[in-house]
DNA sequence: AAGCAAAATCGAAAATAATCGAAATTGCGA
DNA sequence: TCGCAATTTCGATTATTTTCGATTTTGCTT
């Protein structure tokens, strides 16, 4: 064991330093806008760590990457600058609205892991900049809890809590179509919801529903939402279901469509073996996250 | 009185797991289990174990996250100021959802007592049946929380705070116009939300201003939201003015037009003769809660 | 009801930990 | 070698948590 004595001044020359490579790096001829990234780099691996744990401590942060807990809390002050996070005294933290909202969705906490994961795949579908649109419900929140940390997004939603959730992130516009509230799914819906999207086009729709059935297709306990949900497929490009496996074999009240409408269904693994082949027979391409 | 144990301080120096990195830790003789929790992770993960669990005792939270009880106290004494729970003897429990909703208009919490006053006598100019138009802003929250217990209203709001208040209380039709969201004020602006408002009719609106003075008249901060503010007071047939103290003689940005557009301001007695006779004599009846 | 003891809270000082400012040091490229 | 900028060091400052005694509340017994 090295004995920490905070006099001896060459001490650094026996520190362990993983990171560097001795080998030489070749000369450029330009030279590069920014001469060290270094920092830049572990500044997003900070940012990724506090997506990850949602808060990080500075002592933590120093250990982890090896530089002076000053270093961390500078980098912490830039992004803190840049609206990424929010600083506090042992640390730093995300802003949690999300989580603090996440709550507010009260019904529907079953099956939450198998929600979460397909809410990863389906983020895993969209890319930085792209324009999307969010159904209401539990499965979609989760879509848009995975979403947080991109750049660039517009997302068209019709569920306060998405709204809520997405609109406080830096690098979200969010477009919320007008209409009737709804409290028990927090979302909006009637003729003037869908009104909104005429016009408007985006690269993908993640569509919820209550059921999914090869013969009845997509079915929903209220009709009101069926307007809405026709002209969110109207103007998406991509239509992708998201519903976890407990909802597949099943039929609700009103039917909106065939399966047709969609383009693929992200679920859990939950799925059998028959149904699967049923749904992808129909031309739907299924994802089992 | 029982002796616990909570000042065993110095225990074994010498942890059997090898330090990865033993660049610097100077002198730290006590090292915790687990390193302390952020002050803000902490009062977040309190208020997750009230959702879970509805109450919650200071001494098993002082136990659970290894702090002393006046930690936890003041803990428990500044989610009740950011009006998430209610504190008692024991411990604390959580508010109703409505009332965690209103906690969610984030910033403006000054002038409370004065808001939540003219949000009382504003709801007073309102009757059963009867509907009504509600801007965002933390006056009107107020209003709308005044409002609470009524019967058969039909409110139309672009505030999302609002809309989760009320659409979950019985009585309440709750309609929003779509548009594009913004985070600081929890609401939606632009021109689609103008459009919603064409062909709609209302007996009252109840508008929020940044400032009021008798010569620039209603001026805003930003831009966007002009536009559903005309569309507001073009669809109802009475414009009440709620408004604070604080913000009459003052100007901001851009201005929505003069004093003839309302037809009462709600304020508080804080309100100074001179500027109450400036505004009586523009036409506008002033009434101080 | 009234009274009493245990438990909980409050206020403020003390202890601990983290931050800030500014000077010194280091790494890297020209 | 120099220079620049990122990083570290160190003392002073600030924030947070704990300690401790006084006070209030609660629950139980009479």
Redesign the interface.
Known sequence: ??E?E?KVRTQHVA??RPARAPRRRPRRMTAPARPRLLGEVRRAKILAWLREE??A?V??LA?AF?VSEVTVRQDLEKLEAEGHI?R??????LK?VP??VR??A?QHHENMDEKRRIGRAAAALVGDGETIILDSGSTTTEVAAALIGRRDMTVVTNA?NI??ML??EPGF???????????PT?S?SGD??AD?FRGLFAKTLFLATAAIDVEAGLTYPALSDIAVKRAMIAAADRVCLVADASKIALRSFTALGGLDLVHMLITDDRIRDADRAAIEAAGVEVIVA
């Open positions: 064991m090295i920490r905070r520190l362990p949602g808060s401590r002592r933590a250990d090896a929010v506090e005294h042992g640390g730093a933290f949690s989580q603090q709550a507010l009260l306060l709204a809520l609109g406080a516009e969010v477009h919320m179509p007008g209409g009737h509230f709804k409290a927090l909006l003037r919801s909104y």
